[in-house]
């Protein structure tokens, strides 16, 4: 059951996430700022990060620890996919702070661009990555990993939400001298998100499951969405999940499509490829997840999976975050 007490106080936001035209951004309409330029009580320190049709920067203020600033332009064909990730955070952390989702404190509109303030995280998983022999992690450190991200992505889905664009940059760590949150993964970027609830009004006055559109538009990243994504399919939390899984496959030994650029040939290479031969170089318990998510219904919540000898009875989360720590 979704926690909506929060989201409940927030509804003013939802047109929103509900009526968002998902509409491809301009990177022409790409806001600059330049370092130490100030303005409504924040200094750029620096740019840390960069995306399609936003940056990111470290900022200046009176708090012990620097937050960040994350700008978009004003002009945005479709609608602000900043406000929408602003929307999709305050709702999760409407009823207080979450281990894995960072905190809006503060946002603004000004003649260019808006802005929101918010906690500053240290590197993602792709740059981490980077960082190990051979550029893939080890057993241990994939295990460990892999477990937060599963329970970052449940904690989305508990609130309402389907994030349609898992992949390692948008799993952060925190930021390394922030000790409460340094060793915590968090999940970021949401501009991409859908509400999977609805609201009914009247005598009825409570949140149902949306339903899902015959044809839904490609949403997320080609190397790790779901093949569901790839039919044009209505996306629901069994997509994310199965998209955790190519991150996490990606972080230990890499994809064997991670190479092709082509959509038809991806798309070829994972309806082809056996589950097996996927997750070779993998303890045999990662096949549980792949089975909890291939037979579930789009507005399931992934909890059970059946064959001719036995039922599994347990939620995917607690399922795979028992077998990762066996690992650990």
Not at 67 to 79: D, H, M, S
Not at 170 to 191: C, S
């Amino acid at each position: 059951m979704a926690h909506l007490s929060g989201i409940d106080q927030r509804r003013e936001l939802y047109p929103l996430l509900f009526n968002r035209a998902n509409k491809v951004l301009d990177p022409s309409l790409n806001v600059r700022i330049s370092s130490y330029f100030s303005f409504d009580n924040w200094t750029i320190i620096k740019k840390i990060d960069e995306g399609g049709f936003g940056q990111v920067y470290k900022v200046c203020s009176n708090s012990h620890l620097p937050p960040a600033l994350k700008a978009e332009p004003t002009e945005i064909e479709g609608g602000s996919a900043l406000k929408l990730e602003m929307a999709v955070i305050r709702a999760i952390t409407a009823d207080g702070e979450k281990p894995h989702v960072p905190m809006v404190f503060h946002a603004a509109k000004r003649r260019r661009f808006c802005y929101m303030i918010m906690t500053l995280l240290g590197e993602n998983l792709k740059e981490l990555r980077m960082h190990c022999p051979k550029e893939f992690m080890s057993a241990h450190t994939w295990s460990r990993i892999g477990i937060q991200c599963l329970y970052s992505v449940k904690l989305v889905h508990d609130y309402g939400f389907v994030h349609r664009d898992i992949k390692p940059n948008n799993f952060v760590m925190g930021y390394r001298e922030d000790y409460d949150r340094a060793r915590i993964v968090h999940i970021l970027d949401f501009g991409l998100s859908r509400s999977r609830l609805r609201f009914l009004s009247g005598s009825y006055k409570k949140w149902v499951p949306r339903r899902a559109r015959g044809t839904a538009e490609f949403r997320g990243t080609l190397r790790y969405c779901s093949p569901n994504v790839h039919e044009k399919k209505e996306q629901g939390r069994r997509d994310d999940l199965w998209s955790l899984y190519y991150v996490l496959i990606e972080l230990h030994c890499g994809l064997p499509w991670q190479t092709i650029r082509d959509k038809q040939k991806v798309e070829m290479v994972k309806m082809n490829i056996s589950d097996k031969d996927l997750v070779l170089n993998f303890p045999g318990q990662i096949l549980f997840y792949i089975l909890y998510i291939s037979f579930h219904h789009i507005n399931n919540r992934v909890t059970r999976v059946s064959n001719s000898k036995t039922t599994i009875r347990i939620t995917c989360a607690t399922k795979l975050s028992r077998e990762l720590h066996s690992l650990d």
